[in-house]
C-alpha cells in the first residue's frame, strides 16, 4: 500500500489544544476500497485538496462527504472510501482542545462530519478555499494557525480538572478507574462525567475504552503481541470474551478479521 503520511508539530502556543498535523497522499488503486477510522479520543479538522471520500452507514446509506469538515468525536467505526486520488490536509486535536473554537454544542456532533461553513459561517468557507488553494502543507499550517488564533484570543482556556484527567487517561494507556481517580483527587464522579460531556463529548469511561483499544492495536500494528491471550492480559481486559466485543465495537470486526491492510490503514488516523 503506497501511502505517504507525514506528522508536523504545531506552534508551542497551540499545542494545549492542537495535537498535530498530518497530510496523507496516494492513488486511488494503491488505498483499500473501503477504509475503516477506528475512534481515538480526538476531533479531526480535515480538507481534502485531492479528491473527496464517500461514507459508508452500518445501514449501507452512502454519502459524499464535504471537501472540509470537522469530524466529530467517534464511538463507532466510521467507514469511508477514496472517490479519486486522495490528498488530505488535517488538523488534530486533543481530546479536550476543540472546544474553544466549537459554535456547536461538542456532544451534538458525535459521529457526524460537520461542514466548515456551518461551524464558522463565512469564516469557515474562506478557510476552506485558502486551505484548498495553498501551494504546500508549510503554507496550510500557516492558515490555519492564523485561524486558530484569532479564534482562540477572546475564548477561555480549557478545564484544568479535565486536562488533568485526560492527561491520566492517556499515561495510563486508557487502564484507568473514574471511581480511583474522583476518590483520590476530591472530584465529584457526576460532575467530572458533566464536565467531559460538554469539552470532549466523550464520558471518562468512554474515552478511557477508546485509548486502550487503541493501545491494543498499535500493539498488533507493530507485532508486539500476536496472541489474543496475552493482548487482554496485558490490556487489563477482564478476559479474551471481554476484550474481543470491546474490539468489535471499535473496529466492527474481530481482532482475527482485522489483521490485514484495514488494520495498517485506520491506523495512520492517529498515527503517532
Given at each position: 500500500m503506497?501511502?505517504?503520511?507525514k506528522?508536523y508539530?504545531?506552534?508551542i502556543?497551540?499545542t494545549?489544544?492542537?495535537?498535530?498535523?498530518?497530510?496523507?497522499?496516494?492513488?486511488?488503486?494503491n488505498?483499500?476500497?473501503?477504509n475503516t477510522?477506528?475512534?481515538?479520543?480526538?476531533?479531526k479538522l480535515?480538507?481534502?485538496?485531492?479528491?473527496t471520500?464517500?461514507?459508508?452507514?452500518?445501514?449501507?446509506?452512502?454519502t459524499?462527504l464535504?471537501?472540509?469538515?470537522?469530524?466529530?468525536?467517534?464511538?463507532?467505526?466510521?467507514?469511508?472510501e477514496?472517490i479519486?486520488?486522495?490528498g488530505?490536509?488535517?488538523?488534530?486535536?486533543?481530546?479536550?482542545?476543540?472546544?474553544?473554537?466549537?459554535?456547536?454544542?461538542?456532544?451534538?456532533m458525535?459521529?457526524?462530519?460537520?461542514?466548515?461553513?456551518?461551524?464558522?459561517?463565512?469564516?469557515?468557507?474562506?478557510?476552506?478555499?485558502?486551505?484548498?488553494?495553498?501551494?504546500?502543507?508549510?503554507?496550510?499550517?500557516?492558515?490555519?494557525?492564523?485561524?486558530?488564533?484569532k479564534?482562540?484570543s477572546?475564548?477561555?482556556?480549557?478545564d484544568?480538572?479535565?486536562?488533568?484527567?485526560?492527561?491520566?487517561?492517556?499515561?495510563?494507556?486508557?487502564?484507568f478507574?473514574v471511581n480511583?481517580?474522583?476518590?483520590?483527587?476530591?472530584?465529584?464522579?457526576?460532575q467530572?462525567?458533566?464536565?467531559?460531556?460538554s469539552?470532549i463529548g466523550?464520558?471518562?469511561?468512554q474515552?478511557?475504552?477508546?485509548?486502550?483499544?487503541?493501545?491494543?492495536?498499535?500493539?498488533?500494528?507493530?507485532?508486539?503481541?500476536t496472541?489474543?491471550?496475552?493482548?487482554a492480559?496485558?490490556?487489563e481486559?477482564?478476559?479474551?470474551?471481554?476484550?474481543?466485543?470491546?474490539?468489535?465495537?471499535?473496529?466492527?470486526?474481530?481482532?482475527k478479521?482485522?489483521?490485514?491492510?484495514?488494520?495498517?490503514?485506520s491506523?495512520?488516523?492517529?498515527?503517532?
Open positions: 503506497e501511502l505517504n503520511p506528522t508539530e504545531p506552534n502556543e497551540l494545549e489544544f492542537v495535537k498535530r498535523y498530518w497530510t496523507l497522499d496516494g492513488e486511488k488503486e488505498i483499500p476500497l473501503k477510522i477506528i475512534p481515538d479520543g480526538t476531533m480535515i480538507f481534502h485538496y485531492g479528491d471520500y464517500k461514507h459508508h452507514s452500518k445501514s449501507g446509506e452512502i459524499i464535504p471537501k472540509c469538515f470537522l469530524i466529530g468525536q467517534l464511538t463507532k467505526p466510521y467507514v469511508i477514496p479519486g486520488v486522495t488530505s490536509f488535517v488538523v488534530q486535536f486533543k481530546p479536550n482542545g476543540f472546544l474553544p473554537f466549537t459554535t456547536i454544542p461538542i456532544k451534538e458525535e459521529n457526524t462530519a460537520v461542514p466548515l461553513d456551518k461551524l464558522f459561517g463565512e469564516d469557515g468557507k474562506k478557510l476552506g478555499e485558502q486551505i484548498l488553494n495553498a501551494n504546500s502543507t508549510f503554507e496550510r499550517i500557516q492558515i490555519i494557525e492564523t485561524f486558530l488564533f479564534e482562540l477572546d475564548k477561555k482556556t480549557i484544568n480538572i479535565v486536562k488533568s484527567t485526560v492527561e491520566t487517561i492517556f499515561n495510563a494507556n486508557g487502564q478507574s480511583e481517580f474522583s476518590n483520590s483527587n476530591n472530584i465529584n464522579r457526576r467530572l462525567s458533566r464536565k467531559f460531556s469539552t466523550l464520558s471518562p469511561k474515552l478511557a475504552k477508546t485509548i486502550r483499544i487503541q493501545t491494543t492495536l498499535k500493539a498488533l500494528l507493530n507485532k508486539e503481541l496472541s489474543l491471550t496475552d493482548l492480559y496485558q490490556n481486559y477482564f478476559d479474551q470474551a471481554h476484550f474481543i466485543k470491546d474490539f468489535k465495537e471499535f473496529t466492527g470486526l474481530t481482532p478479521e482485522f489483521f490485514g491492510d484495514d488494520l495498517k490503514m491506523l495512520i488516523f492517529d498515527k503517532e
